[in-house]
């Protein structure tokens, strides 16, 4: 009898499944020919071979709908095993950066976010300004996950100065990763709302998704990747130039921060605020301001903002 044995490394085999393994009880409804058997991270499928062919053919589509997508239901399933190409079921395709955990819809949600992705596709180096919420990080981490899917770049370097750590992180507790993890927690949260935890356990493994402080830049080169810098307000003069210089070929920089809340010793000039002077006119280099419209936080963030905005006007 011949036989097929399909492994699953790349996603997780136990959402694929389905609970219980309804998505495969629905398999094999479909090829009530074939005996269909799912262990572990592995299909294998025992029949004709030429209905082999046609369950491998499928079991291929419905993969990479699960990879775009992160979701799978009976009505999916039904549609990819019927159909006669592999379709797109998202009406709102053109608008989605990326389907996160769950199936969750990421997309800009503001006119500012929007023109933001606009920037992106333009500019190979961009910078986003604005106050806390207004998901300046949160889009920049769904466009470098989606140019990742789309094979576009081979690795995602998302990197934060440490400055209330010192760089060197020497007083926390615990290892290297246990230092660091505190620190770059926002990051680590905007990942795990787009890629599933086993998938971004192993991309961190292998190196494809990078987090780390900014000190870990220096002496690298950073080609096939996109490369955010988060917080750059905390940077200094000599680290926002060690940072721009580290731009390699097929790279995309997107560095983000807020000039309003700079953690800086005071005298020392924030490396964001003079970046911003000195490249406002470098052609390729994108500079967009969002503002507390763009907040979508709760809708407390916004009230917080403009209060302080009148103290700091008042002074």
Same mark, same amino acid.
């Given at each position: 009898?011949?036989?097929?044995?399909?492994?699953?490394?790349?996603?997780?085999?136990?959402?694929?499944?389905?609970?219980?393994?309804?998505?495969?009880?629905?398999?094999?409804?479909?090829?009530?020919?074939?005996?269909?058997?799912?262990?572990?991270?592995?299909?294998?499928?025992?029949?004709?071979?030429?209905?082999?062919?046609?369950?491998?053919?499928?079991?291929?589509?419905?993969?990479?709908?699960?990879?775009?997508?992160?979701?799978?239901?009976?009505?999916?399933?039904?549609?990819?095993?019927?159909?006669?190409?592999?379709?797109?079921?998202?009406?709102?395709?053109?608008?989605?950066?990326?389907?996160?955990?769950?199936?969750?819809?990421?997309?800009?949600?503001?006119?500012?976010?929007?023109?933001?992705?606009?920037?992106?596709?333009?500019?190979?180096?961009?910078?986003?300004?604005?106050?806390?919420?207004?998901?300046?990080?949160?889009?920049?981490?769904?466009?470098?996950?989606?140019?990742?899917?789309?094979?576009?770049?081979?690795?995602?370097?998302?990197?934060?100065?440490?400055?209330?750590?010192?760089?060197?992180?020497?007083?926390?507790?615990?290892?290297?990763?246990?230092?660091?993890?505190?620190?770059?927690?926002?990051?680590? =949260?905007?990942? $795990?709302? /787009? &890629?599933?935890?086993? !998938?971004? %356990?192993?991309?961190?493994? +292998?190196?494809?998704?990078? *987090?780390?402080?900014?000190?870990?830049?220096?002496?690298?080169?950073?080609?096939?990747?996109?490369?955010?810098?988060?917080?750059?307000?905390?940077?200094?003069?000599?680290?926002?130039?060690?940072?721009?210089?580290?731009?390699?070929?097929?790279?995309?920089?997107?560095?983000?921060?807020?000039?309003?809340?700079? =953690?800086?010793? $005071?005298? /020392? &000039?924030?490396?964001? !605020?003079? %970046?911003?002077?000195?490249? +406002?006119?470098?052609?390729? *280099?994108?500079?967009?301001?969002?503002?507390?419209?763009?907040?979508?936080?709760?809708?407390?963030?916004?009230?917080?903002?403009?209060?302080?905005?009148?103290?700091?006007?008042?002074?």
């Amino acid at each position: 009898m011949n036989e097929i044995i399909i492994e699953f490394s790349e996603i997780n085999p136990r959402d694929f499944f389905g609970n219980q393994n309804v998505h495969v009880e629905t398999l094999k409804k479909y090829f009530p020919k074939l005996k269909i058997v799912a262990r572990g991270n592995k299909i294998k499928a025992y029949g004709d071979e030429l209905l082999l062919e046609e369950f491998d053919k499928r079991i291929n589509m419905l993969v990479n709908y699960f990879g775009k997508y992160n979701k799978l239901d009976e009505n999916i399933i039904e549609r990819i095993l019927t159909s006669d190409k592999e379709a797109q079921y998202d009406k709102n395709v053109k608008d989605v950066l990326v389907h996160g955990v769950g199936g969750k819809i990421i997309k800009p949600q503001t006119p500012n976010q929007e023109k933001l992705v606009a920037l992106a596709h333009k500019n190979d180096m961009l910078f986003a300004i604005g106050p806390a919420g207004t998901g300046k990080t949160y889009v920049g981490v769904a466009l470098a996950v989606k140019a990742l899917k789309e094979k576009k770049v081979k690795r995602i370097i998302l990197t934060r100065p440490a400055v209330e750590a010192g760089e060197n992180l020497g007083f926390l507790p615990g290892d290297l990763n246990e230092k660091l993890d505190p620190y770059m927690q926002p990051l680590y =949260d905007a990942l $795990r709302d /787009m &890629i599933p935890h086993e !998938k971004l %356990a192993s991309y961190i493994e +292998k190196g494809i998704v990078q *987090i780390a402080p900014m000190a870990f830049m220096r002496g690298r080169t950073l080609d096939n990747a996109f490369v955010i810098l988060d917080e750059a307000q905390n940077t200094t003069h000599a680290q926002m130039k060690m940072f721009l210089t580290r731009m390699g070929k097929n790279a995309k920089f997107m560095i983000t921060g807020d000039p309003g809340q700079i =953690d800086l010793p $005071r005298r /020392m &000039i924030s490396g964001l !605020k003079e %970046a911003l002077l000195v490249l +406002k006119n470098v052609k390729g *280099i994108g500079i967009l301001y969002l503002d507390d419209k763009d907040v979508i936080r709760h809708r407390l963030v916004k009230e917080v903002i403009e209060a302080y905005k009148k103290i700091e006007h008042q002074n």
